[in-house]
């Protein structure tokens, strides 16, 4: 394959949807672009504005948020496996706060998770069960257990 047969490539790959470096680095090495090659495709991605971290990681975290329901904590190990750069993910973490509704994502979240327990479990269980589900979701401890004395509060 040559470079600019390589560059076209890439160019589809990241029109198709966002990447980020790593992502693509990594599907250059696939297709056997490497050295030289492989920093030139990289550059003319990112001057003709294919590959941008930055859109990458605010993208990503609107995404993971709205779609998903993740948690700022998920987000941000997702991204920093994906080698996005601290300020990339800074900004990425303003995006879920402009979004709006985070708490009250967590609570939709919990609520959902306890009225379809089948199960019939004491309410120290219940507890215990609805705390890991938030924490597995990715929301952060304290924002977690005061959610979930929240909710149960409202049951009593």
């Given at each position: 394959?040559?470079?600019?047969?390589?560059?076209?490539k890439m160019q589809r790959y990241c029109a198709y949807q966002d990447r980020c470096h790593q992502?693509?680095?990594?599907?250059?090495?696939?297709?056997?672009?490497?050295?030289d090659w492989l920093e030139e495709v990289m550059s003319e991605l990112i001057q003709d504005g294919?590959?941008?971290?930055?859109?990458?990681?605010?993208?990503?975290?609107?995404?993971?948020?709205?779609?998903?329901?993740?948690?700022?904590?998920?987000?941000?190990?997702?991204?920093?496996?994906?080698?996005?750069?601290?300020?990339?993910?800074?900004?990425?973490?303003?995006?879920?706060?402009?979004?709006?509704?985070?708490?009250?994502?967590?609570?939709?979240?919990?609520?959902?998770?306890?009225?379809?327990?089948?199960?019939?479990?004491?309410?120290?269980?219940?507890?215990?069960?609805?705390?890991?589900?938030?924490?597995?979701?990715?929301?952060?401890?304290?924002?977690?257990?005061?959610?979930?004395?929240?909710?149960?509060?409202?049951?009593?």
């Amino acid at each position: 394959m040559t470079k600019e047969e390589a560059i076209v490539k890439m160019q589809r790959y990241c029109a198709y949807q966002d990447r980020c470096h790593q992502e693509v680095r990594s599907k250059l090495i696939s297709i056997k672009i490497f050295g030289d090659w492989l920093e030139e495709v990289m550059s003319e991605l990112i001057q003709d504005g294919y590959l941008n971290d930055e859109r990458f990681a605010k993208n990503y975290a609107r995404g993971k948020f709205r779609v998903k329901g993740w948690g700022k904590v998920r987000i941000l190990r997702e991204l920093k496996f994906r080698r996005i750069s601290d300020y990339c993910i800074k900004k990425a973490m303003l995006e879920i706060d402009e979004e709006g509704g985070y708490e009250e994502t967590l609570l939709n979240h919990l609520e959902k998770y306890v009225r379809l327990r089948k199960e019939k479990y004491d309410i120290y269980t219940l507890k215990t069960k609805t705390y890991a589900h938030g924490i597995s979701k990715g929301f952060e401890s304290p924002l977690v257990s005061k959610t979930v004395s929240e909710l149960f509060l409202k049951k009593d």
